[in-house]
C-alpha cells in the first residue's frame, strides 16, 4: 500500500516566502495548494510556470467564504498562512487594508480551518514578525530578542501582526488547535521584492554596473536589521510544523547589520568602495516611526528544531548581486 501525499494550502505563493516554500514541500513530495487572489494577478502566470503541479485556488484572506472554499477544496494536512500586507511603509498609508489582511486575515483563515471541522487534524503556521518587537531602546535585550520579549510594534503592520499573533495562539488554548507562530527576523534573496530595501538595492547595485541606471535614491541608512536568506528561513517553517507539539519560535542570525553596511557590500561586489556619490535620500521613503535595530536569538530554534541557517549574510549579498547583474543582462 502506499502512503498518502501530505497536503499543504500556502496562502502568499505568489510572494518570496512561498515561491520558497513551493519548492521545499514539492521536493518533499507534498501535493501543494496555493492560494491566489485578484480576478487577475500578474503574478500567478509566474507560480503556474514555476510550479506546474501546484493547484492555484482563487481566494483572499480578506474574504472569509472563500478561505472556507479554499479549505474544502484542499483538505490540507498543513497550512501556511504567509499572505499579508507586508510591506511596513505601505502599511501607514494604508492601515485599515493592512489590519484586514495581515490582522483580521489570520482570524479568517483559523475560524475556516474551524469551521470545517477539520481542527484536529490540520497543523497551522503563522507568519508573525520581528516587527512585532519594535527595537526601542528600553525594550531591546542584549542577546537579542527571543520568544519572551516584550512586544511595542512601531507601525500599523506590527500592530496587525501582533493581532494575527495572539488570535493564532489563542485559537491554539482555546480549541487546541495545532498553531505554531514563527517569529522571523528579516530574510532576503534572489525572489524578494523590489520594494524591500536589500533587492532594491541589488537591483539598483546590477543595473547602474550595466549602464542602466544612474544612481539610487533611499530612506534612512542607519537602521539596523537582523538579516538572514529566506530559503532557511522557510526550512524553519516546515520544521515547526514537524515538531511534536505546537509552539512560537524565533528565526534570527543573531548579527545585525545597517542599510550602509549592505550598500557597502553590495557595491564591493561591482567594485565600487565609495557609494555614497551614487546614493541620495528622498524623503518619501522615510517612515513615521521607524524600528531602529533589530536583533534576534534562534537560540530556541537551534537547540528544540534543529534548525541552523546555511547562508551566511556576505554569500547573500554576493547571491543577490549576481543574480540581479544576470537578470538585468541584455542577453537575459
Ligand atoms: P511578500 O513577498 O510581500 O508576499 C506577500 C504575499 O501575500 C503575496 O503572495 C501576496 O499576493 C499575498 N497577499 C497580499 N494580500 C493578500 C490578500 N488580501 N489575500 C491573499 N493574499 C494576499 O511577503 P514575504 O516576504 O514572502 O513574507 C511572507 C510572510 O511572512 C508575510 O506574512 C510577511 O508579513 C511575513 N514576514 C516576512 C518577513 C521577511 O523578512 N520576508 C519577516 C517576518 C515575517 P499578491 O501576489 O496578490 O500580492
Ligand atoms: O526592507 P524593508 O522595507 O523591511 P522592514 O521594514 O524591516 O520589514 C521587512 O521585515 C520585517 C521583519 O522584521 C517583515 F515583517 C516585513 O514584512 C518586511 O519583510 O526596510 C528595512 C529598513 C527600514 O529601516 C527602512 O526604513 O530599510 C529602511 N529603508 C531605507 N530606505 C528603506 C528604504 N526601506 C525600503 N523598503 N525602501 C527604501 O527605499
Redesign the pocket.
Known sequence: MTAQRRRALVTGITGQDGGHLAQLLGEKDYEVFGLVRGQNNPRKAAVEAEFPDVTLIEGDLADPTSLVRAIEISNPDEVYNLAAV????FSFTNPTLTLDVTGKGVLNLLEAVRLSGRAEHTRFYQAS???MFGGLDYNRPGAGYDEDSLFHPRSP?GVA?LYGHWIAKNYRESYGMFVSCGI???HEGERRGR????R?ITDAVARIHLGLQSHIE????W?K?DWGYAGDFTRGMWQMLQHDTPEDFVLATGQTQS?EDFLTLAFAEIGIDDWRPLVRQNPA?L?PA??DI?LGNPAKAESVLGWKREVSFEQMVKLMVEHDIALNSPAA
Open positions: 507586508s510591506h511596513v511603509g514578525t520581528s516587527e503592520y501582526k522571523l527576523f528579516n520594494e524591500f530595501v536589500t532594491k533611499l530612506g534612512d541608512l537602521p536589521r542599510i521613503f517612515r521607524e524600528v533589530l
